[in-house]
């Protein structure tokens, strides 16, 4: 019999498949897709050769983690290769403004410093303030929350960065991106470059608690740059796959869990879509969202104000992919050296992000929407072939249900009919920073939100971040107040996912730290 059965071979199920395989466990990961992955996957979805990382592109989250610490010359042996781009992101404005962050500081003043000189010593300070924070910063988002080893983790902190240390984070985990950019930046295109990375999230600059995201995301390319997976993202599912399989462990694909198995003392096993039941001693994991995970559990298994509760988990606003075979990357407007930039923002301003936020969650179709566009064959020229190029564009933020179009000129009120009419205004919004772009698509393939939740029911109404990460349901509340440390109400059932603490990203967090726990390397859940 199997010691735990993991529910999703998303890469947090598969991270903690290896910790558990490695410590002996036998494990079995049940996924219901042909490929494992879940929201990293690539593929050749516009011409063959083309290989498009079909949702999650940056990997540095995964490069920086604790588990990559760990497992990494394992990964790498299994094939797991990482292109660093050294000009990680940048944002162009209208009238042809650009700013870039690049790994060269002197760049990135230079670039800041051209809209404002006092933002550029003000970059400069923050970053001298970041680099000694960062020891003590980065290793609080790999903790159980809450723990000891937080409480420790802030003690040393306020040891070495002195006394304010612990209140200076809190009030930035409680500022909202303007309140925090304002601060520290004058000029509202600087402003604007770093709060594109809250719209990353479900922070637009106006919201409470969403400071953290953008200086991290800021300051943390500065230093690093980001990290792509050579030849596509899914080079890390396949080296998660392999390492699992090396350690024992069993991935079934196309293999879809239709309910967990609950007897009198806790989750005892799962039944599979055949019909079949597969049963196991110590654990059933999920790494699933709630509200998909409670559809799994039956009926006596969870109190009705537990079913209540999960009925309650609120989730972001949707998001939609364009993918582009291009025969040259885009020219854009604010010059060529655009070009070399792994991300480019396409979002004007605090206000322009803001508007585009509140018209997706009244359900109106954005007029401007705010775009991410990746350059991957910048950096990894090998996703395309013959010196083609590949563009990977991320739309955000999106209602999951369409009330009106904020333009007034779509009338489709379902995603099946205007996936087509606003990729068009996603790509006239793009061909207004880098005309001529059209004339150099040569296929594409569009990803409305309703197709992502088709994909992964993880990605509930098309948000790709399994759940909001506002103050409410972050941080000891995520998904629910007593839920944090990856318990459900059912004993040995588990939780791990961007549901669970640390949240959505491809850092394998909340895999890990499940897995230590339930292998007594952490406190026990
Ligand atoms: C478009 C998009 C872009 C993103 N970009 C980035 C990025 O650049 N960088 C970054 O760090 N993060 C990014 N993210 C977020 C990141 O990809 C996710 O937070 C992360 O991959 C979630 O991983 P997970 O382990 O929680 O599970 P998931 O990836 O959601 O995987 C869960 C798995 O469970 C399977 N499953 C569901 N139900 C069942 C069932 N009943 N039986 C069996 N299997 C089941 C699903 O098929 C899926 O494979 C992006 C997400 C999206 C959608």
Redesign the pocket.
Known sequence: MHDAII?????????AGVILAKAGWKVLI????E??????QTAEVTLPGFRH??????????AGSPFFQEFGSQLREYGLEFVQAPKPFGSVFERGGFIGVSTDLEETVASIGRFSPPDALAWQSLYEEFQRSAAFLFPLLSVPMPSFALARGLWKGMRKLGRRWPSDLLRLLLQSPREFLQEHFESPQVQAMCAAWGM?LDFPPAMAGGALFPYLESMASQMNGMALGKGG?DSMIQALVLLFESLGGELCCS????RIQISADGASGVE?EEGRSIGCRRAVIA???PT?LA??IPGQGLSESERHRIGRYRYGPA?M?VHLALSGLPDWEAGGQVQDFAYVHIGNSLQEMDRVYSEAISGRLPERPMLVV?QPTAVDPARAPNGNHILWI?VRALPAAIAGDAAGKIEARDWESARKPYAERVLDRLESFAPGLRSKILSRCV?SPTD?QT?????VG?????GSHHLHQNYLLRPFPGWSRYRTPVRRLYM?????WP??????G??RLLARMLTGKGRSP
């Open positions: 529910i999703g071979a998303g890469h947090n199920g598969l991270a049940l996924e219901r897709n490929q494992p992955g879940g929201a990293v990382d079909l949702f999650a592109a940056n990997l540095s989250l995964f990353h993202a293999s879809p869990v239709r599979i790494n699933l969202v998909v559809g799994l998001t992919m990746g991320q990803l992502l994909h992964n029911p993880n990605l098309g948000d790709s971040l399994g791990c996912g961007a549901s669970t949240g959505a990203g491809v850092g394998a909340s895999g």
